[in-house]
């Protein structure tokens, strides 16, 4: 097997199936046809397993119902990685999907001997795909540690399998998920692929995690003590 897609699930107030279907539809369509979708399943309900039955026909696909930590996303994200086999490692956050049909292939193709990690370029849409907005692309900045993110969502990287064994998710964060393990795989792998091709989608909408967090009263707080705790584990 030679790459993975990692996706964790959950119901998403209602919207997990729908979300879920929409990232298969675009995952079916990729011209690159050697992978393994491996969806780790934080949902209290079996709906997520009704979409997985409509494609396990048409790429190979593992599901795991995760019943540990529950609400927490970096565990259930580091769950699929756990499961994965290929040696590349793509992550996929639920409501996001595949802007390019040939998303995989570059992604493949763009890794050698030297690299370890990629990140790749995005968009966002609110109105599932039907139009797109903000063109992004990744550049690494010395406050990534601190919370400031030029690189984007989980769901534009990539690496070899190596690094996931040896550095996931933390799971003692929310807000600072993805920036601290960009700059803890950066400290041990060195710099990644800046792939500047737009190949994913962020979906934004109301339920989105970050929103949820950006929203909450206590968001400033909670991000300075995250911040804290990531200066302190890398810096100190």
């Not at 393994?36 to 696909?61: A, G, P, R, T, Y």
């Not at 060195?190 to 190949?199: F, K, T």
Request: net charge negative; hydrophobic share 35%; proline share 2%.
């Amino acid at each position: 097997m030679r790459l993975s897609i990692a996706i964790p699930t959950f119901e998403y107030k209602g919207r997990g199936t729908e979300f879920l279907d929409f990232l298969f539809r675009t995952i079916e369509i990729q011209t690159f046809k050697d992978f393994e979708v491996v969806v780790s399943d934080h949902s209290k309900d079996d709906k997520l397993v009704d979409i997985i039955d409509n494609f396990k026909d048409k790429f190979d696909i593992r599901y795991i119902k995760n019943k540990n930590d529950l609400n927490n996303g970096s565990s259930n994200t580091n769950n699929a990685l756990r499961n994965c086999s290929g040696d590349i490692v793509k992550i996929m956050f639920q409501d996001d999907f595949f802007y390019d049909h040939e998303a995989l292939q570059k992604i493949y193709d763009s890794f050698d001997d030297e690299h370890h990690w990629l990140v790749c370029g995005s968009n966002h849409t609110k109105d599932n795909g039907k139009s797109f907005f903000r063109d992004f692309y990744p550049r690494w900045n010395k406050k990534i540690i601190k919370g400031v993110n030029t690189i984007s969502s989980p769901s534009v990287m990539a690496a070899k399998k190596r690094v996931f064994d040896q550095i996931m998710f933390d799971e003692s964060l929310v807000m600072m998920m993805d920036c601290e393990i960009y700059y803890h795989i950066k400290k041990e792998f060195g710099e990644p692929i800046y792939l500047h091709d737009v190949l994913v989608s962020n979906r934004v909408h109301k339920d989105q995690i970050s929103f949820k967090y950006n929203s909450s009263s206590n968001s400033a707080t909670d991000l300075d003590r995250e911040v804290k705790y990531c200066i302190s584990k890398h810096l100190n």
